[in-house]
Structures are given as C-alpha cells and as structure tokens.
C-alpha cells in the first residue's frame, strides 16, 4: 500500500507527465484557456488513460508476448488508443454535449497525444505489473490533470494583465509553462 | 509473421466492432446541414480560418457565427458550395491580393541622403527621423515568403518579393506579419478609395497629381507594352483620361524629379496615348463593380467633380443620379473648353463610360428650380453631391459695356458648346490672363477674326494660362498686349467700336503673392475693336445652395469641413469641385468627386467620414531629392500638332497624339520614383 501511494505521489507530482516528462503538451497550450474546458480535458484523459494503460498492458502480455510480436507494440498500442479516444468521443458526445462542443478538436487529438502512448510505454519499460499499471496510468494522468488545471488557473487571470504584444497567446503560455515546470522540479528527490 | 497480422487484424475487428455497438448505443442526433458542410470542408484543420478544426468551423457557419466564405483554404468553390447547403445568394466580394509597396532592394536604394546644412544628429533625427536610407524601404529578407500559408510568395530577381497572384488567397498573414506595413492587402475596390498617408512610398508626382493617379505604374506598365492594364490604374484615380490628357495643365510634370536634370517626363501625352488607344478600339475595358447596395445618390451638377463622384459610387455598387442643368453633360469641359482642345466627340465617348457603370442622368433640370434638397430627400435620396462649379462671370467694371458686341467670356464659349451662332467681327480684344481667355482668343481667330488682342494687366510671367497655350495662340497669330487694362468702351450707333485701355506697372504683391498692378497715369490708348471678351474671372453661383441651407465661405464658395471628405454642414451632403475651391483645373475637380464619393461611401456604410491616419496634406513632411546621379540623359518627345495654316477656319483638334514609338521612349525615360529611390543606370 505504501508502494502505491509513493508510485502516486511520484507520477503526480515528482514525475509529473507533462512537467518533468514534458508528454502532451498539445492539449496543455490548447485547451487550459479556460478553468471548464480544463477539467472537462482532464477528465477525459484521466478515463482513457487509466483504460488505455490497462488494455495496453493486456494486449502486451496477452497477445503480443504470447506470439512473440512485441515489436509490434506501438502499432497495438495506438490501435488500442485510437479507439477507446472514438469511444470517449462518442460518450461525451452524447453524455455532456456542451463539454464535447467546448473541447472540440482537442478531444480526439487525445489519440495522438503522446503522454497516453508514452505512459502505456513506461508501464512495459518499468515492467510494471497489472495493479501497479492501472495505478500509474491513472496518477499520470491525475498529474496531467493537475498541471493543466494549473495553468488554466494562471491564463485565466492574463486576461486581466498587460501582456507585451509580442507576447500574447501561445508565448506566454509556454514561458509559463516553463515556470512551473522549474517550480515542480523542486519536487525531485522527495520520493 | 503471420502471427503479428492477425494479431494486429484481431486488435482492428475486436475494435471496430465496440466502435460499432457504441456508436449505436450513444447515438446523437448530428444536424445534417453541419453534417453536409462539414464534408464540403476540406477537412485539413488548417487553422486558417480561425476555428480549431474543420468540424469546428462547419457548426459555427451552420451556426450563422462565422460567414460561408470562412474557409481560406478552400477558396470560392467551397464558399459557394457551403452558400449553396445554406440556402443563401453569395455576392462574390472582390478578392484581396497582396501588394508590395516598394520597388527597390537595399542595394539600389539611394543610401546617400543630404541634409540641407544640418549639422547637429538631434537635428538630423527631427528630420524624417535621421533615417540614412528611406524608412518606408522593403528590406528583403523574406520573412513574408516563409510565413505565407500558401506559398504565394516568392523572392524575385530583383530581390524583392513577388506575388503569385493564383495561388493568393488574400489571407492577410503577410500584412500581419511584416513589421513595415509594405507588403498590404489590395483590391480594385479598395485602391479607387485610396488617399496616399505618409506611411507608404509614393513619388511626387503622385502626390501632386490632384486626382491621386499611381504615375509611375502606369508609366511603367506603358513601357512593358501593358496599355489596358495602364487605362485601369489610371481609371482607379481618374475616370477621364482621353480628356486629362488633352486639357490638363499636368502639375505632376512641374514637380517630376526627372525635371531637375532634364526635361520632365511627358506624363500626360502619356495618358493621352493609351487612353486613346482604348477609344480607337472602341473596345471598353469594364472595372469591377460591387454588388448592388440599393442606395441612392443624387450628384447635383454633370460637370467633371459629379461625373468622377458618380463613376465611382457606382462602382462601389450605389446608384447615382445626376442632375444636369444644361442640356448636355460634362460642364465646362463641353461649355467652356473648344473643339480644337477637346472634341465633343471625344468628351462624349469617355462620358458613355461613365453611364454604362450603371449612372442615370436627368438633364435640363436644374436645382432651386427644379428640384430642392428637400424634395431629393423626400424622393427618397440617400445622399447628396453638389458639384456645380462656377459658372459666373464678372463685367469689366467700365464705361459702355452695355454696348453690342461685348460678350462675357463664359458666354461666349457657353454658346459655342451649346452650338450656337456666335459671329465675330473682323477686331476682337479679350480681356483676361487665363485658359478661358486664351480659348476665347484662339476660337476667334478660328471663327475669322482678323486681329485678335489679349489684354492682361499683369506680364507674361504672371499669367495664369498654360505655357502652351499661350505659345499656341501666339503662333496663330493671337497678340498680347502685357500690363494693359482696358477703361472705357466706346462705340457708336449702340455698337463697340474703340476700346480706351491704360498700361500698368507692377507694384508691391498683394495677397495672391503675385504683383500688384498699378495704372500707370496719362498713358491711356485707343483701339478699334468690333467685339471685346471678358475672360477675368469666374465664380460659383451659390444663391440657389443658400436657398437650400448650405453654408458658404466668405469667397462664396460652399464651405466644406475638409476638401478632402467634402462634408457640408447639411449631414449626407458632400460638395467638390469649382464650387468648394473656386475655379481651378479639371482635374482637381476629378480628384474631389473620387474622394467625395469615398465619404459618401463611408458615410452610407455607416463608418465615420474621416480621412486615413497620416494622410498627406500640404503640411507632411516628406523626403526630397534634391540632385540626380548616374542617370542616362534623354530628350523629352514632342506632342505632334497640326500645322497653323491646317488649324484655320476650322476646329480640328490641334495635338495629333503619340505614335507607339514616341510613347515607348518616353516611356522609358520615366525613373520610376520611389520616396527617396529612383532608377539609376548601370
């Protein structure tokens, strides 16, 4: 148990998938405009990839390490990805129409969004086994969802400021990025 | 192998076949107009038009949020098909392209710049802010080829910039992203409401010409053998070339830089040129025209300022109305200039233009008689423009002018454009130092007149006609009597037959900065005249617009709040022309209708009426050029002409035209000024 709650504290917040590991970035300049759209991401990606990270690890150790086709992981992987993104796609499409309309086409760039692969990665690399996947997979992507809200929180209030014009939108959005990445690298060793 | 196939093959089903389930089990009802769309998008997510997606940009048009024509990318077969799934008419807007605004490299711009005896850097730096090369200058480095989305651009030979005009789409990434504003967006409607900022490179010549005509570009495109392209730069600014180009004093020849060096390019025979290969063809080039507006505009006066005015509300979609109070068209180009100067054939032709862009006319209708500004309102006019020129002519001020045979200059050639008899006797004297006068002078000679005097109060240098004119006129013939004044007329049997007039010496400058002329005393002289014309001056008739409640000047001319808006003090009435600046040239009579028609553009838009930031005025301060280097030296062509013993009794038009080969050379003489550039050799 205490493993798991050190595997937790480490993938949100000493390894942070996006701010340490810098995966998935795409969604983080894209969709943290806003505090809803942000969570409303989130989510999302906290349900594919806890799914994506156990169906990966499945498919890996069941069907690919059995035929002895692990050089086909990626190929596997993003099949597996792409199509549990349709599903979300479809049941956020019809659950929370107003979320789907706001994500727009961030939701089914999740497929290609290289924080889901790269976890499903690690989770091989790491030789983690099936709990310890799910958990990692599903602290990753609390993480993710805890740096995109971040910075949803820090863009929201630009609006209010005077930013230099050369500055504005995507620009300053990684400059600060970059800061909290260098503030969650004060993390590192904790764990 | 074979495993890895179907294990992948395996993979695929298992999830095609969830994919299938759920998407039956959370079915959502799409909008088949989004749906449809959707598919007529090209589905590249581009991001062009705004939109996070293609889908996205779908819902937001079947949503009413974003226009038909928001798809970049797809270019107008998307847009109608999208108009088409909508159930909406598209009026196709005229297409932007892009347009750079400077023709030299770093290497051939002048990097010599002199400072007029300033010796200090703060100095320097007041002064077009201590720039060594010109400020506006393109400093071709690309940065708008690489960021255009659709590879329009590319780096010439010249090393500036070119535009591919097929494959711009008029996005406008390459104006937003060059940080001198060179490289801007263009387009037939938007270059015929142009006014020249400070902000832009320009020669002096355009900035002088009042009608704002793009010189050097149609000079240049005359010199690539590109004659219909150099009649539709010209018609941006000026809708009457074949008469500009007969009549015009051409300021812009006074201020051409090739003047400093050598005689100044032959601009105005230029135009003439290619606006008389159009007419002799008789093959009209028509311009763009706008959708329709529905708005109306009524343009008091057919004179040159309404004709420009009502030329291009049309083509900006309106429709104009004028209403003429002579019998004709054309004001007084018909009725004050002679057939030899301007055929009425000619004038008739280039005014057809002007009607077939969709103009209605009422003539012999006149304002205060006919019609009020009330009553336009009433019939449901949107606008107003008052062009009425200055039609009024002012008596000698002497003894014996209700004598027959003394004829009011205005009238005279009045008459003559409406065809009238207009018989003189064997002496005639005119009285005047203008164009009017000179017309008057040669048409009497023209008419028989064996002797015909000019009397001006002031000398030759002060004398306001054109050179040629005057040169004209005195090859036929025509005397000058200089510093002369005339102070009685006497006659006999109610009829003229000697004119008293007393000479003149010139005195202190009074406020026109030229000479006064004083008489001088005890040197009166007496000569017999059967008819004497009086050209001294013409000025508008304002009675009737005060009548309808526009303020005038002082100089009883219509007060505008700027010449170059043309804003009465009536909302939705705008004036130009003789009536606002007092009797000047046509072509700055053209130049005030286009720029009238501007506001009133803007003003039935519902923009303010205001002019561009760092608009020109006579104030700017612009960079000269003061010398000229590394120039070739080239004599000016010269205008053919009708030899004096073809031009007598008749009216046949006196300058014959440019041959091809006159106007290539000329042509090629131009430098193709920039602020500061111009073409050297080698």
Same mark, same amino acid.
């Given at each position: 148990m205490a493993d798991f709650i050190l595997l937790m504290i480490s993938a949100i917040l000493v390894n942070n998938i996006l701010l340490a590991r810098f995966l998935g970035n795409c969604p983080f300049v894209g969709v943290s405009r806003s505090m809803d759209t942000a969570t409303g991401m989130g989510l999302a990606v906290i349900f594919v990839l806890t799914l994506a990270g156990m169906i990966t690890w499945l498919v890996h150790n069941y069907l690919l390490i059995p035929l002895n086709i692990e050089y086909l992981r990626t190929i596997a992987f993003i099949l597996v990805i792409a199509t549990l993104v349709q599903f979300v796609e479809m049941v956020v499409q019809k659950t929370a129409p107003a979320l789907y309309e706001a994500l727009g086409i961030y939701l089914p760039l999740i497929t290609t969004n290289c924080a889901v692969l790269g976890v499903a990665i690690i989770n091989i690399e790491d030789g983690y086994d099936l709990i310890t996947s799910i958990f990692f997979s599903f602290a990753s992507a609390v993480g993710f969802a805890l740096a995109l809200v971040l910075m949803a929180g820090i863009r929201e209030r630009f609006a209010l400021v005077n930013i230099p014009k050369s500055f504005e939108g995507t620009a300053i959005g990684l400059v600060t990025a970059g800061l909290i990445a260098l503030a969650f690298s004060g993390f590192a060793g904790l764990v | 192998m074979l495993a890895g196939m179907l294990a992948i093959g395996g993979i695929g089903i298992v999830a095609a076949l969830l994919l299938g389930v759920s998407s039956k089990i959370f079915y959502v009802e799409v909008d088949?107009?989004?749906?449809?769309?959707?598919?007529?998008?090209?589905?590249?997510?581009?991001?062009?038009?705004?939109?996070?997606?293609?889908?996205?940009?779908?819902?937001?048009?079947?949503?009413?949020?974003?226009?038909?024509?928001?798809?970049?990318?797809?270019?107008?077969?998307?847009?109608?098909?999208?108009?088409?799934?909508?159930?909406?008419?598209i009026e196709v807007k005229e297409p932007d392209t892009a347009r750079l605004g400077c023709w030299y490299n770093l290497e051939e711009a002048d990097t010599k710049f002199t400072y007029d005896g300033v010796k200090d850097c703060r100095a320097a730096a007041m002064l077009f802010d201590g720039s060594k090369v010109c400020e506006i200058g393109c400093l071709t480095l690309g940065t708008c080829v690489n960021a255009c989305p659709?590879?329009?651009?590319?780096?010439?030979?010249?090393?500036?910039?070119?535009?591919?005009?097929?494959?711009?789409?008029?996005?406008?990434?390459?104006?937003?992203?060059?940080?001198?504003?060179?490289?801007?967006?263009?387009?037939?409607?938007?270059?015929?409401?142009?006014?020249?900022?400070?902000?832009?490179?320009?020669?002096?010549?355009?900035?002088?010409?009042?009608?704002?005509?793009?010189?050097?570009?149609?000079?240049?495109?005359?010199?690539?053998?590109?004659?219909?392209?150099?009649?539709?730069?010209?018609?941006?600014?000026?809708?009457?070339?074949?008469?500009?180009?007969?009549?015009?004093?051409h300021p812009c020849e006074e201020i051409c830089r090739l003047g400093i060096e050598e005689d100044p390019v032959n601009i105005n025979h230029l135009k003439r040129f290619v606006a008389d290969i159009e007419m002799n063809a008789n093959d009209r080039i028509i311009p763009y025209k706008a959708a329709e507006t529905g708005k109306t505009i009524a343009i008091v006066g057919g004179g040159p300022a309404g004709l420009s005015a009502a030329y291009y509300l049309a083509r900006l979609g309106h429709c104009p109305t004028i209403f003429e109070a002579m019998p004709k068209l054309g004001g007084m180009l018909r009725y004050g200039i002679p057939e030899y100067r301007l055929p009425k054939a000619t004038l008739d032709w280039e005014i057809e233009g002007i009607l077939a862009m969709g103009v209605s006319v009422k003539t012999n209708t006149a304002m205060g008689k006919d019609?009020?500004?009330?009553?336009?309102?009433?019939?449901?006019?949107?606008? =107003?423009?008052? %062009? $009425?020129?200055?039609?009024?002519? /002012? &008596? !000698?001020?002497? +003894?014996?002018?209700?004598?027959?045979? =003394?004829?009011? %200059? $205005?009238?005279?050639?009045?008459? /003559? &454009? !409406?065809?009238? +008899?207009?018989?003189?006797?064997?002496? =005639?004297?005119?009285?005047?130092?203008?164009?009017?006068?000179?017309?008057?002078?040669?048409?009497?000679?023209?008419?028989?007149?064996?002797?015909?005097?000019?009397?001006?109060?002031?000398?030759?240098?002060?004398?306001?006609?054109?050179?040629?004119?005057?040169?004209?006129?005195?090859?036929?013939?025509?005397?000058?009597?200089?510093?002369?004044?005339?102070?009685?007329?006497?006659?006999?049997?109610?009829?003229?037959?000697?004119?008293?007039?007393?000479?003149?010496?010139?005195?202190?400058?009074?406020?026109?900065?030229?000479?006064?002329?004083?008489?001088?005393?005890?040197?009166?002289?007496?000569?017999?005249?059967?008819?004497?014309?009086?050209?001294?001056?013409?000025?508008?008739?304002?009675?009737?617009?005060?009548?309808?409640?526009?303020?005038?000047?002082?100089?009883?001319?219509?007060?505008?709040?700027?010449?170059?808006?043309?804003?009465?003090?009536?909302?939705?009435?705008?004036?130009?022309?003789?009536?606002?600046?007092?009797?000047?040239?046509?072509?700055?009579?053209?130049?005030?209708?286009?720029?009238?028609?501007?506001?009133?553009?803007?003003?039935?838009?519902?923009e303010e009426v205001t002019l561009p930031d760092n608009s020109i005025t006579p104030d700017s301060k612009l960079p000269a050029v003061e010398e000229l280097t590394a120039i070739t030296h080239s004599s000016r062509v010269k205008m053919p002409e009708l030899s004096v013993d073809d031009r007598a009794m008749n009216f046949t038009e006196v300058e014959l035209g440019l041959s091809q080969e006159m106007a290539a050379d000329e042509a090629a003489r131009c430098l193709r000024c920039g602020l500061l550039c111009y073409r050297k050799e080698g």
């Open positions: - | 088949p107009v989004i749906q449809e769309i959707a598919e007529t998008l090209p589905g590249a997510n581009c991001g062009a038009c705004g939109f996070a997606g293609c889908s996205s940009c779908a819902k937001a048009i079947a949503k009413g949020k974003a226009k038909p024509d928001a798809c970049l990318s797809g270019g107008p077969d998307v847009t109608l098909a999208i108009a088409g799934i909508l159930g909406v008419s659709f590879g329009a651009l590319s780096i010439g030979d010249s090393g500036l910039p070119v535009v591919n005009k097929n494959l711009c789409t008029g996005c406008g990434t390459c104006e937003q992203i060059c940080p001198k504003g060179i490289i801007t967006l263009t387009s037939e409607t938007r270059r015929i409401q142009h006014i020249y900022t400070t902000d832009e490179c320009t020669s002096p010549c355009q900035r002088t010409c009042p009608a704002g005509i793009d010189i050097p570009e149609y000079i240049h495109q005359i010199k690539i053998g590109n004659y219909r392209q150099a009649v539709k730069t010209i018609r941006e600014s000026n809708p009457m070339p074949l008469t500009c180009g007969r009549v015009c004093p019609f009020t500004l009330q009553s336009l309102k009433d019939d449901g006019f949107d606008a =107003v423009f008052l %062009g $009425t020129g200055a039609w009024d002519s /002012r &008596g !000698l001020g002497v +003894e014996g002018e209700d004598l027959k045979g =003394v004829l009011p %200059g $205005t009238h005279f050639l009045i008459d /003559r &454009g !409406l065809d009238k +008899e207009t018989p003189v006797g064997e002496r =005639v004297a005119v009285v005047g130092g203008g164009n009017t006068a000179i017309d008057a002078a040669r048409t009497c000679w023209r008419l028989g007149a064996k002797e015909v005097t000019v009397l001006y109060r002031r000398s030759r240098k002060e004398m306001p006609a054109n050179d040629i004119e005057i040169e004209e006129a005195g090859k036929e013939g025509v005397l000058f009597h200089y510093l002369a004044a005339p102070t009685k007329l006497m006659g006999e049997n109610g009829k003229l037959t000697q004119l008293e007039y007393i000479e003149m010496e010139l005195g202190e400058p009074d406020e026109s900065g030229r000479r006064r002329p004083i008489p001088k005393k005890g040197s009166e002289k007496v000569i017999k005249v059967d008819n004497i014309i009086a050209a001294i001056g013409q000025f508008p008739v304002t009675d009737f617009l005060k009548d309808n409640g526009v303020t005038t000047t002082k100089w009883n001319t219509i007060e505008v709040v700027n010449e170059q808006t043309g804003q009465t003090n009536i909302e939705g009435v705008f004036a130009g022309g003789d009536s606002v600046t007092g009797a000047s040239i046509a072509v700055a009579a053209i130049g005030a209708g286009r720029k009238a028609a501007r506001s009133i553009h803007r003003f039935l838009s519902g």
